[in-house]
């Protein structure tokens, strides 16, 4: 396959990065990608106005991957994930199909895995529920523009130079332009930004072909200061990932999804993936979106 993969890791996160890379040669995907080694800012430095340090180290991560990329004159497109990430096993076929398609030659940026907020849960939904029987069994690929559907996530995606170089100017930018207020907001947010005007053409691919591991997400190093009401929300979201990934089966979602809710599980498993999402549907408010 035509793409250089890099997998975003700390030096001390060793564990993640041996679990990453056994995953990785179980997909047939090891020989794609290499490490790229994480910042992680020191405790006394200025987070520029961000949460924690893993977010901090985030922008400064991919500042540094997106000149790597630049300056590589030898590959066309980058594939891009971090260590907790996980494909499932349709992804190496899934990979080689969209490489190939002419609509992906245009464009900067694809998103494999994002946020998957209550609007795009609905539309999901709606095709899970009116697959036909023609449909059975058979992958259908969907490609949404991104400055619609992007909500959020930098888990794993595709870019070209051109997107990597005007990401990284438009970054760097952001960086020397922060005046008297000293802010940034969260990098995957300064991303949405650009593609919602239009500065990069990009799309989001339904279903995703991967989402972070579920054990793995509850010692993330980025939202270590939010709440526990919070961190079940993610929780909960990131379940909506895993099932329409294909990572987990809708039975784990469902199972998962009620111990996050106190709720009581009436039917019986087995479960399709149409049941987690409308269970999912019925028992939003008992999220907080919020977040």
Known sequence: MEFKGFFINLDSEKERRLSLEKHLKEVNLSNNFQRFEAIMPKSDQDYKGLKTKGEYGIWLSFLKLFEKIVEDNKNKRFLIIEDDFRFNNEAPSILKSILNKKEIESQNILFLDYLINMEMLEHFFSIENNKNKLQKGKKILYFHPAADWYTACMSCFLINKSGAKYLLQSLQNIFKNLGLVNKLIPV????????????????????????????????????????????????????????????????????????????????????????????????????????
């Open 188 to 291: 995957d947010m300064a991303l949405k930004n650009l593609l919602v005007i239009r500065a990069l053409d990009g799309s989001i691919l339904n279903p995703p072909i991967g989402a972070p591991h579920w054990e793995l997400d509850r010692e993330s190093s980025i939202q270590t200061k939010s709440s526990k009401e919070t961190k079940n929300a993610m929780r909960a979201y990131l379940l909506l990932r895993l099932a329409a990934s294909g990572i987990e089966s809708p039975s784990f979602c469902i199972s998962e999804f009620s111990k996050l809710i106190n709720k009581n599980i009436i039917a019986k498993p087995p479960f399709k993936l149409k049941d987690f999402y409308e269970f999912f549907l019925v028992n939003k408010i008992k999220v907080n979106h919020n977040w």
